[in-house]
């Protein structure tokens, strides 16, 4: 079973970047499939992006497309989200999330981090 700790994010402005990090423990990291997700307040979760186990394929939200990278080193068991040209419409708490290869290809997630704030001040 998978843990999740989330890091990096903060206050920044408007244009401004910030690059989030998930580390994974107590599982095979390499064995997941990564997404990053958010939720605002006020609203529901909603999806970022996400990567499968190798990190050879990536997809995202047409929201952050151009924008975000996500990115992962199965070597340090970690997921980075790298946030670019952000807009006050990003603020949220970010979430990572692991799933193996099935429950993936369906979009649902086993395991959840607990969050890290984004903040983006025009």
């Known amino acids: 079973q998978a843990q999740l700790e989330e890091s990096g994010g903060g206050l920044v402005q408007a244009g401004g970047s910030l690059r989030l990090s998930c580390v994974a423990s107590g599982g095979t990291f390499s064995s997941y499939a990564m997404g990053w997700f958010r939720q605002a307040p006020g609203k529901e979760r909603e999806f970022v992006a996400t990567t499968n186990r190798s990190g050879g394929s990536t997809y995202y939200a047409d929201s952050v497309k151009g924008r975000f990278t996500i990115s992962r080193d199965n070597a340090k068991n970690t997921v980075y989200l790298q946030m670019n040209s952000l807009k006050p419409e990003d603020t949220a708490v970010y979430y990572c999330?692991?799933?193996?290869?099935?429950?993936?290809?369906?979009?649902?997630?086993?395991?959840w981090g607990q969050g890290t704030q984004v903040t983006v001040s025009s």
């Open positions: 999330a692991a799933t193996g290869w099935a429950r993936w290809l369906k979009g649902e997630y086993d395991y």
